[in-house]
């Protein structure tokens, strides 16, 4: 017995290691990132043109024959297999995605990896699209209050990393990423184990800083340095499409948990599901960019904006880039998962969460790798979920509510305040 558990376990590792090795050549976000030029020349000409972009090569082979190699060892009968075939195919179609970019080919498996708007959960019969005019809609209710000025965006790139720098330093320890301000970025900030970079360019409110904290460090940070603590297992250190939407997830997840989110960063996450379909729909980059104008008037983030739902994909239309549909399934993905994992009293598997790069259906395998003693648990957790006491006293409070049918309730509370003045206490 104990000959064939150390057979299955140097099997394990070597399917890890090769499908690791093909994963870190994926480099996704960077091959299909933009050049400065391309937003100079586009104000350049007044934001009246297309955008011209040229991509690198990018030879998919190589990657596709270490995950033939490692597929001869994977046989996908048990939950174990199950999960390396998954992340076999995930790494291959993204390898096949950058291969392909500037093609309507990329669009066919960006949609297969990420999923596209009408494009109902697995398990769920809900679509993003429709996860989006939700929050839209509860958006518009709520304009009637007053809920203040919202902040100007004052705080610099160097402000911000500053105030970062400062709180990862102290999480992390000798750890902790590096911060790097930059010129061109696909967002706002991006981080690795290694490092978080922030576009110089980029202009903070006080709230996305500590939002930026949560999502960037304390998620993906913390679980890429997990994961490359997974000597055994070190596809967990590798970040690929078929991780992206636990890990996006986990950190919009994140910023509500810890308070630290805003409307405008729920109503910014609506807006890109809508741009993904517009130009799934035909519409091309200027009529996306109008779009984002029209939202944010604001010509630089609008830009930004619609450069996510193209880079890698046709600027004319047709063929986006639909990584961004994955924040709103994943945090609905996630906040049912972390549920069910408590009312299941399986404390256990929160710490799995954040042992490396992952998705939530992947914690049945990792359940079974950790009991075999090649998964270690996560070193470094947010701080919200380090602190089990107050994390399972609101889940006890979320696992209440919805308990309860609101409905009657809800008719009560508007029949009464139908009629009532609204009141304003800053009128002088």
């Known amino acids: 017995m104990t000959n064939a558990l150390e057979k299955e376990k140097t099997r394990l590792r070597k399917v890890t290691h090769l499908l690791y090795d093909g994963a870190r050549?994926?480099?996704?976000?960077?091959?299909?990132?933009?050049?400065?030029?391309?937003?100079?020349?586009?104000?350049?000409?007044?934001g009246k043109e297309l955008p011209i972009v040229n991509y690198p090569e990018f030879d998919a082979k190589p990657t596709i024959d270490l995950i033939r190699e490692a597929r001869r060892m994977i046989i996908p009968v048990t939950p174990i297999d199950q999960w390396l075939e998954r992340q076999a195919n995930s790494i291959e179609t993204g390898a096949r995605m950058i291969a392909s970019v500037g093609s309507p080919v990329f669009f066919e498996h960006a949609r297969q990896l990420y999923g596209e708007p009408t494009a109902p959960l697995r398990y769920l019969p809900v679509t993003s699209l429709e996860l989006a005019?939700?929050?839209?809609?509860?958006?518009?209710?709520?304009?009637?209050?007053?809920?203040?000025?919202?902040?100007?965006?004052?705080?610099?790139?160097?402000?911000?990393?500053?105030?970062?720098?400062?709180?990862?330093?102290?999480?992390?320890?000798?750890?902790?990423?590096?911060?790097?301000?930059?010129?061109?970025?696909?967002?706002?900030?991006?981080?690795?184990?290694d490092r978080i970079r922030i576009r110089r360019d980029a202009r903070f409110t006080d709230r996305d800083a500590v939002q930026l904290l949560n999502h960037e460090a304390y998620?993906?940070?913390?679980?890429?340095?997990?994961?490359?603590?997974?000597?055994?297992?070190?596809?967990?250190?590798?970040?690929?499409?078929?991780?992206?939407?636990?890990?996006?997830?986990?950190?919009?997840?994140?910023?509500?948990?810890?308070?630290?989110?805003?409307?405008?960063?729920?109503?910014?996450?609506?807006?890109?599901?809508?741009?993904?379909?517009?130009?799934?729909?035909?519409?091309?980059?200027?009529e996306v960019y109008n779009y984002f104008l029209e939202r944010t008037h604001n010509p630089d983030q609008s830009f930004e904006n619609a450069r996510r739902v193209f880079r890698g994909g046709l600027i004319t239309g047709g063929g986006p880039f639909t990584k961004d549909v994955v924040y709103l399934f994943g945090l609905l993905q996630v906040s049912t998962a972390i549920r069910a994992i408590f009312s299941a009293g399986r404390s256990d598997c929160l710490?799995?969460?954040?042992?490396?790069?992952?998705?939530?259906?992947?914690?049945?395998?990792?359940?079974?790798?950790?009991?075999?003693?090649?998964?270690?648990?996560?070193?470094?957790?947010?701080?919200?979920?380090?602190?089990?006491?107050?994390?399972?006293?609101?889940?006890?409070?979320?696992?209440?509510?919805?308990?309860?049918?609101?409905?009657?309730?809800?008719?009560?509370?508007?029949?009464?305040?139908?009629n009532a003045p609204i009141v304003d206490f800053d009128k002088k």
Not at 25 to 46: E, G
Request: glycine fraction near 6%; charge should be negative; charged fraction near 20%.
């Open 25 to 46: 050549r994926v480099r996704i976000l960077r091959t299909i990132d933009w050049p400065a030029s391309v937003k100079h020349d586009f104000f350049a000409k007044q």
């Open 133 to 193: 005019h939700s929050i839209q809609d509860v958006i518009d209710q709520l304009s009637r209050i007053d809920l203040g000025i919202a902040p100007p965006a004052h705080l610099t790139a160097e402000d911000v990393g500053k105030e970062i720098g400062a709180a990862v330093a102290v999480h992390f320890g000798d750890d902790a990423p590096e911060i790097q301000l930059v010129d061109t970025l696909s967002a706002n900030a991006l981080a690795t184990a």
């Open 219 to 286: 998620i993906h940070v913390a679980t890429s340095l997990n994961g490359r603590f997974q000597t055994d297992l070190p596809i967990l250190g590798a970040g690929h499409p078929g991780t992206t939407r636990t890990q996006e997830g986990l950190a919009v997840f994140a910023e509500i948990i810890s308070g630290s989110i805003e409307l405008d960063r729920l109503r910014r996450l609506a807006d890109r599901v809508f741009a993904i379909q517009m130009a799934i729909e035909g519409a091309d980059f200027l």
């Open 351 to 418: 710490r799995l969460l954040f042992c490396g790069k992952l998705d939530v259906q992947d914690i049945p395998a990792l359940c079974e790798l950790a009991a075999m003693g090649l998964c270690l648990p996560a070193r470094y957790l947010p701080p919200w979920a380090s602190d089990l006491r107050s994390l399972l006293a609101v889940l006890t409070y979320s696992s209440f509510m919805n308990k309860i049918d609101p409905a009657p309730m809800t008719a009560v509370a508007e029949k009464q305040l139908a």
